[in-house]
């Protein structure tokens, strides 16, 4: 059996990632999670992506929302609405035990990594998770009008402005996780989460950057667009707004300098010939997830075109 590095964001990537530890054994694979999308709040160190991460893979996780804890109660969001608290980002009492913990292991000196490390253990976990870099790098959104940090653009603002560019503030600075040896992993796939926000900071870290732009031929990509559009979150809104096809045309050629292998979807087979002719092998599956079985299809589907290479 290869070597498998998963490189994943929120929720997308998380039904991949499961799908993978249900078939792989714990050894197999490690998942380097986008930690763009984390911030403080209440003090509080939240790292939305790798938690949906954790969650998904222990079976704890919203699976209608896709974030945050399955069978969650919200006294504390109700008490904290009723003292007129900031209550516009959603953190479930469940949920809340995680960032203090969290917090907590940080305060007294553990690394994200080894924080992470130390929650997925007691989730009862023997996944490697880990965050994309110890370092800080958080992802802003520029908008028409103002500069959004990522949370206040997705939840506060509901994802409704429309986007310009992307800042990763500490990107220049931060290293890939030293922890994730590169050369330990035959094939390296992306999953099907947001490019411009989820994967794009995790892929700029060197030296991961590097090692994809010298070894594309080990890299895989499963499309975050099905059928022209993007089934969950931005994607597709984002590309409209900078002047993109919602297409996995536009994946393929986003991609291009890092990634030799496409998992398309079998509606989008009328691109294969083209994203082939840009040199790319591309692999039609069903990318749609919405259950385990169709999660564990499609890793299965990953998995068999990537071991016969
Ligand atoms: N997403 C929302 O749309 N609304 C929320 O109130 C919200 C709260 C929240 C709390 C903890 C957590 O780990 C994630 C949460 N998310 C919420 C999801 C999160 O903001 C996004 O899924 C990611 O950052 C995008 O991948």
């Known amino acids: 059996m290869k070597n498998y590095l998963l490189l994943c964001g929120g929720v997308g990537g998380a039904k991949l990632a499961l799908g993978f530890s249900k078939i792989l054994s714990d050894s197999n694979y490690t998942i380097a999670v986008n930690t763009g999308d984390d911030f403080k709040h209440f003090n509080l160190k939240i790292c939305p992506d790798l938690d949906t991460v954790m969650y998904t893979l222990s079976n704890e ?30 953190l479930g009492d469940k949920d809340l035990a995680t960032h203090i913990i969290r917090t907590q292991l940080i305060a007294n000196g553990s690394s994200l990594s080894e924080a992470t490390q130390e929650l997925t253990q007691r989730f009862g976990l023997k996944s490697n998770i880990l965050p994309m870099t110890d370092d800080l790098v958080e992802t802003y959104i520029q908008t028409q009008n103002r500069l959004l940090s990522f949370q206040e653009y997705f939840v506060k603002f509901q994802c409704e402005p429309s986007v310009t560019d992307f800042v990763f503030k500490g990107l220049d600075k931060a290293k890939f996780n030293p922890l994730i040896d590169l050369d330990a992993f035959d094939e390296i796939v992306i999953c099907p989460s947001n490019p411009f926000v989820s994967i794009s900071p995790i892929i700029q870290l060197d030296p991961l950057n590097q090692f994809l732009k010298s070894h594309p031929e080990r890299v895989s990509v499963v499309s975050p667009i099905v059928n022209s559009k993007s089934l969950k979150g931005p994607t597709s809104k984002m590309m409209n707004e900078l002047g993109m096809d919602t297409s996995v045309l536009t994946i393929a050629n986003y991609y291009s300098e890092y990634a030799r292998t496409l998992f398309i979807d079998s509606t989008d087979h009328q691109e294969e010939s083209l994203i082939a002719g840009m040199g790319y092998k591309v692999s039609l599956a069903n990318l749609v997830m919405n259950n385990l079985g169709s999660k ?5 589907s990953v998995i068999d075109y990537l071991e016969a290479k």
């Open 61 to 90: 996780s919203d699976l209608s929302k896709g974030w945050g804890r399955a069978n969650e109660s919200w006294e504390m969001l109700s008490a904290l609405k009723q003292l007129g608290g900031e209550t516009w980002f959603q």
């Open 296 to 300: 564990i299809n499609l890793a299965q």
